[in-house]
């Protein structure tokens, strides 16, 4: 066993964390405490740490066997802390909800003077921007600990969360990691409806298609639920309720039956890890009125941060007398005949508009190839016209870093050449070595933010979108300016749509040139926007280029996630 791993301390520190997870299973979780908790085991302050001696008579004891155990200290009032256990590839890391804003320190036992130097740690903020990046921990020696341990910090981000992972350099299986998540909205995000109709057989989407406008014609205008969906009883096979991401919490459904003036509420999941749960028909068999509830699961935020979903399962209709097939053959032939003749003329009239608009696609797709195998040229052009401008004034340094950052974004924009779409995070990627790269030049100041609830790497955009703007920005706006200029590229979700607003506190607006003013890149993003709009009918994308006391470009992908 190495020395210096610090263990939990017998029997009391052990029965402390079984009370603990006996009370949360009851829903009558306590506050933190005064103590360092890890693995949902909490260990009492002052009293926690035994040298090596100690630790031998413990060796039977699972955290006496860990080579790297990650510990937490957060505000001894904070209620239902616990959150999910989050994967990462073969590990599961410990999430904590912190919804009180207040700090979280987190420390790593195992981590040693002999050791230190084998591990390094990161954070990243929102699964998108790296805030730390890897470093060597610190010791520290604190909580009547005999050795010093490994200290990552002491962690404070209202409204957003943090991954915290510590790895072993030489041997990436010795890693463990914790996500400390400030968020205070816990209400469910429904990602849509799907109800299985048992005649048809079809998945719909009730929310988001022409055909679930026969089961809804009411939504509420807050939360997007539907209000007035009816349907017959045994017409479904049941239906699905998906959520966006909650990696962090679960969630837990209910649903409230009112069958002849009588109530009953049953419980359909006290704990969805998923991202979706299923009603099945045998929970809403009886015609009535039902209404699925959903909340974080401890109902952290009360009624106003639950989503519910009203419907009526209506009475089947009576059958009617059947009627004999010689009484009813002649208005079949009549109808079949009719039928064919309709749809003879439907269907050659629907193949001339389908090949039409397959033309005008591929006519469009072309276009857009074209532009885009523009904008890439027009990009290297700009960004080599800066290293030159570099080599005349003899900043050999600043050269060689600018080529460096020059030879990576050529590799990314290489790598990328035949994609019309790039994940938000490769990007953003490109756009802030390009950034960084102008930076070095002309000393502005420059920030790229995203809206915590984007998920970066699974949010896809045209490539290159945002790159011929912000050159832009940095040629016409703040060049001027040097280090008084400043650049902020905003990216922020509303409902479904993608707002970038790229802005910057220069004067190009102004400039009577119109050509200066618009910028060759710029006419060029102009014409693949309106291509764009061609190709993504649903899905419009708008530009407008603002003046205020600052210049504001914003794009907005509608519909989009």
Same mark, same amino acid.
């Given at each position: 066993?190495?020395?210096?791993?610090?263990?939990?301390?017998?029997?009391?520190?052990?029965?402390?964390?079984?009370?603990?997870?006996?009370?949360?299973?009851?829903?009558?979780?306590?506050?933190?405490?005064?103590?360092?908790?890890?693995?949902?085991?909490?260990?009492?302050?002052?009293?926690?740490?035994?040298?090596?001696?100690?630790?031998?008579?413990?060796?039977?004891?699972?955290?006496?066997?860990?080579?790297?155990?990650?510990?937490?200290?957060?505000?001894?009032?904070?209620?239902?802390?616990?959150?999910?256990?989050?994967?990462?590839?073969?590990?599961?890391?410990?999430?904590?909800?912190?919804?009180?804003?207040?700090?979280?320190?987190?420390?790593?036992?195992?981590?040693?003077?002999?050791?230190?130097?084998?591990?390094?740690?990161?954070?990243?903020?929102?699964?998108?921007?790296?805030?730390? *990046?890897? /470093?060597?921990?610190? #010791?520290?020696? @604190?909580?009547? %600990?005999?050795?010093? =341990? $490994? +200290?990552?910090?002491? &962690?404070?981000?209202?409204?957003?969360?943090?991954?915290?992972?510590?790895?072993?350099?030489?041997?990436?299986?010795?890693?463990?990691?914790?996500?400390?998540?400030?968020?205070?909205?816990?209400?469910?995000?429904?990602?849509?409806?799907?109800?299985?109709?048992?005649?048809?057989?079809?998945?719909?989407?009730?929310?988001?298609?022409?055909?679930?406008?026969?089961?809804?014609?009411?939504?509420? *205008?807050? /939360?997007?639920?539907? #209000?007035?969906? @009816?349907?017959? %009883?045994?017409?479904? =096979? $049941? +239906?699905?309720?998906? &959520?966006?991401?909650?990696?962090?919490?679960?969630?837990?459904?209910?649903?409230?039956?009112?069958?002849?003036?009588?109530?009953?509420?049953?419980?359909?999941?006290?704990?969805?890890?998923?991202?979706?749960?299923?009603?099945t028909p045998d929970m809403f068999k009886s015609p009535g009125r039902y209404k699925v509830i959903i909340w974080s699961f401890g109902?952290?935020?009360?009624?106003?941060?639950?989503?519910?979903?009203?419907?009526?399962?209506?009475?089947?209709?009576?059958?009617? %007398?059947?009627?004999?097939?010689?009484?009813?053959?002649?208005?079949?032939?009549?109808?079949?005949?009719?039928?064919?003749?309709?749809?003879?003329?439907?269907?050659?009239?629907?193949?001339?508009?389908?090949?039409?608009?397959?033309?005008?696609?591929?006519?469009?797709?072309?276009?857009?190839?074209?532009?885009?195998?523009?904008?890439?040229?027009?990009?290297?052009?700009?960004?080599?016209?800066?290293?030159?401008?570099?080599?005349?004034?003899?900043?050999?340094?600043?050269?060689?870093?600018?080529?460096?950052?020059?030879?990576?974004?050529?590799?990314?924009?290489?790598?990328?050449?035949?994609?019309?779409?790039?994940?938000?995070?490769?990007?953003?990627?490109?756009?802030?070595?390009?950034?960084?790269?102008?930076?070095?030049?002309?000393?502005?100041?420059?920030?790229?933010?995203?809206?915590?609830?984007?998920?970066?790497?699974?949010?896809?955009?045209?490539?290159?979108?945002?790159?011929?703007?912000?050159?832009?920005?940095?040629?016409?706006?703040?060049?001027?300016?040097?280090?008084?200029?400043?650049?902020?590229?905003?990216?922020?979700?509303?409902?479904?749509?993608?707002?970038?607003?790229?802005?910057?506190?220069?004067?190009?607006?102004?400039?009577?040139?119109?050509?200066?003013?618009?910028?060759?890149?710029?006419?060029?993003?102009?014409?693949?926007?309106?291509?764009?709009?061609?190709?993504?009918?649903?899905?419009?994308?708008?530009?407008?280029?603002?003046?205020?006391?600052?210049?504001?470009?914003?794009?907005?992908?509608?519909?989009?996630?």
């Open positions: 066993m190495k020395k210096g791993i610090l263990v939990l301390i017998g029997w009391l520190t052990l029965g402390m964390g079984n009370v603990f997870k006996a009370q949360a299973q009851q829903g009558d979780e306590p506050p933190f405490g005064h103590v360092v908790q890890g693995d949902n085991i909490g260990f009492l302050d002052d009293q926690l740490w035994f040298g090596q001696k100690e630790i031998q008579k413990y060796k039977d004891n699972r955290f006496a066997k860990k080579t790297l155990f990650l510990a937490v200290k957060l505000n001894p009032n904070l209620k239902y802390f616990f959150g999910n256990r989050v994967y990462s590839i073969s590990k599961q890391y410990q999430s904590y909800i912190i919804a009180d804003s207040t700090d979280a320190e987190l420390m790593a036992l195992g981590i040693t003077k002999e050791n230190v130097n084998d591990y390094r740690y990161h954070v990243v903020e929102n699964d998108s921007v790296e805030v730390v *990046p890897w /470093t060597k921990p610190r #010791l520290e020696k @604190k909580y009547g %600990a005999k050795y010093p =341990y $490994g +200290f990552m910090g002491k &962690f404070n981000r209202p409204g957003k969360q943090l991954l915290v992972e510590v790895v072993n350099i030489h041997d990436y299986n010795i890693r463990d990691g914790v996500i400390f998540d400030w968020r205070v909205n816990f209400k469910p995000q429904v990602g849509g409806i799907f109800i299985g109709v048992k005649k048809t057989g079809e998945r719909i989407d009730i929310t988001n298609s022409k055909a679930g406008k026969g089961y809804v014609k009411k939504f509420d *205008p807050k /939360t997007g639920m539907p #209000l007035d969906l @009816k349907f017959f %009883a045994d017409s479904l =096979y $049941g +239906f699905d309720v998906t &959520f966006m991401h909650h990696e962090t919490y679960a969630y837990a459904a209910y649903l409230v039956k009112e069958i002849g003036g009588k109530k009953d509420t049953t419980l359909i999941n006290d704990k969805i890890l998923d991202n979706y749960i299923t009603v109902k952290r935020g009360g009624d106003s941060q639950s989503i519910k979903i009203p419907f009526e399962v209506l009475t089947p209709p009576d059958k009617k %007398a059947a009627i004999t097939i010689k009484q009813a053959l002649p208005y079949i032939i009549a109808t079949l005949t009719g039928v064919v003749l309709l749809f003879g003329g439907y269907y050659r009239r629907n193949q001339v508009k389908l090949l039409r608009a397959a033309q005008e696609k591929q006519t469009a797709g072309l276009k857009l190839q074209s532009i885009r195998a523009q904008l890439n040229p027009h990009f290297m052009f700009n960004a080599l016209t800066s290293i030159q401008n570099l080599v005349n004034k003899n900043d050999i340094a600043g050269a060689n870093h600018y080529l460096s950052k020059f030879a990576e974004l050529t590799r990314q924009v290489l790598d990328t050449g035949n994609e019309e779409l790039l994940s938000l995070e490769q990007e953003i990627n490109i756009l802030d070595d390009y950034l960084q790269m102008e930076q070095l030049r002309f000393g502005f100041e420059f920030k790229i933010t995203v809206d915590s609830t984007i998920n970066s790497a699974n949010a896809e955009i045209p490539a290159m979108l945002l790159q011929p703007f912000a050159e832009n920005a940095v040629k016409h706006g703040v060049a001027i300016l040097k280090e008084n200029g400043k650049i902020d590229i905003a990216i922020t979700r509303q409902e479904k749509d993608l707002l970038f607003c790229i802005t910057d506190n220069g004067k190009w607006i102004d400039k009577s040139n119109d050509e200066v003013v618009s910028g060759y890149g710029l006419k060029l993003s102009e014409e693949r926007i309106a291509l764009l709009n061609q190709l993504y009918k649903g899905q419009p994308v708008t530009l407008t280029i603002t003046k205020q006391p600052v210049t504001v470009v914003c794009i907005r992908l509608s519909n989009w996630i």
